[in-house]
């Protein structure tokens, strides 16, 4: 299972972190996933927000490159997402993911991040 925390209220411009615990998945499930983060804006489909892959590469949807970094831990099986220079429309509930050819398919319940202009 995952669990992602670290949601709030914050201001434009502001910043916040979350991170995405696991439990239950074994290390080589973690280690062999592509993991990553998604959104739902209120009223709107969910999106791919960003990815990381085995290697720690990240890639990133258009509307948060270079505002946004995620990463993960292998060792403690978590992912996290910086969140810098938000805006209203990052408004959304997030949802952290994990997709291993092994171990199958995983999602965290939400975390929802407001952000007020």
């Known amino acids: 299972q995952l669990q992602a925390s670290g949601g709030g209220l914050v201001q434009a411009g502001g910043s916040l972190r979350l991170s995405c615990a696991t439990s239950?998945?074994?290390?080589?499930?973690?280690?062999?996933?592509?993991v990553g983060w998604y959104r739902q804006p209120p009223g709107k489909q969910r999106e791919l927000v960003a990815t990381?892959?085995?290697?720690?590469?990240?890639d990133y949807a258009d509307f948060v490159k270079g505002r946004f970094t995620a990463s993960r831990d292998n060792r403690r099986r978590t992912l996290n997402l910086q969140m810098t220079l938000l805006k209203p429309e990052d408004t959304a509930v997030y949802y952290c993911?994990?997709?291993?050819?092994?171990?199958?398919?995983?999602w965290g319940k939400g975390t929802q991040v407001t952000v007020s202009s």
């Open positions: 239950g998945i074994i290390l080589s499930t973690f280690n062999s996933a592509l």
């Open positions: 990381v892959n085995t290697g720690g590469v990240a």
């Open positions: 993911h994990l997709n291993s050819p092994y171990g199958g398919e995983y």
